[in-house]
């Protein structure tokens, strides 16, 4: 049995032929996008795209959490560790199967795939200390 990995290239992606590993253009495994963890404050809206674990706080009122979309094949999963009170809904740019997700209490999860720019974001799995958080379906 050979150890000898094949790749193809396509249009900028690189293949692992055999493999689902896909890369667009320019992107690396260290690609932060695809490691690492970043922190998200009460009161900040955006949930960035800049690495694959997001620690949400939420402050005292309601949040009307935003998600741009991301790139093909990019995962990241959105956990509320620190529940201030108020409920964080995340609501994608682009999404298929859903339109928001309520953040309520900590521990709540989610994790999400960017497909393409048509599909958005899918859910892959949603979980929570007394119950998932609540996903508000298309």
Same mark, same amino acid.
Not at 7 to 31: F, I, K, P
Not at 78 to 99: E, K, Q
């Given at each position: 049995?050979?150890?000898?990995?094949?790749?193809?290239?396509?249009?900028?992606?690189?293949?692992?032929?055999?493999?689902?590993? =896909?890369?667009?253009?320019?992107?690396? +495994?260290?690609?932060?996008?695809?490691?690492?963890? =970043?922190?998200?404050?009460?009161?900040? +809206?955006?949930?960035? +795209? @800049?690495?694959?674990?997001? &620690?949400?706080?939420?402050?005292?009122?309601?949040?009307?959490?935003?998600?741009?979309?991301? @790139?093909? !094949?990019?995962?990241?999963?959105? &956990?509320?560790?620190?529940?201030? !009170?108020?409920?964080?809904?995340?609501?994608?740019?682009?999404? @298929? !199967?859903? =339109? &928001?997700?309520?953040?309520?209490?900590?521990?709540?999860?989610?994790?999400?795939?960017?497909?393409?720019?048509?599909?958005?974001?899918?859910?892959? !799995?949603?979980?929570?200390?007394?119950?998932?958080?609540?996903?508000?379906?298309?």
């Amino acid at each position: 049995m050979s150890n000898t990995q094949n790749y193809m290239e396509q249009g900028g992606a690189v293949w692992r032929v055999g493999g689902s590993l =896909v890369l667009e253009a320019g992107a690396t +495994l260290t690609d932060e996008r695809f490691l690492g963890s =970043v922190a998200v404050a009460a009161d900040e +809206l955006v949930i960035p +795209l @800049t690495a694959r674990y997001v &620690s949400k706080t939420t402050g005292a009122d309601a949040e009307a959490l935003t998600l741009a979309d991301g @790139t093909p !094949g990019q995962v990241i999963t959105i &956990s509320l560790d620190a529940d201030g !009170g108020g409920t964080g809904t995340l609501t994608p740019a682009t999404a @298929t !199967g859903f =339109v &928001s997700i309520a953040f309520a209490d900590a521990g709540d999860n989610a994790t999400l795939e960017y497909i393409d720019d048509t599909v958005g974001w899918i859910i892959l !799995g949603t979980a929570g200390v007394a119950a998932p958080p609540a996903v508000a379906l298309a």
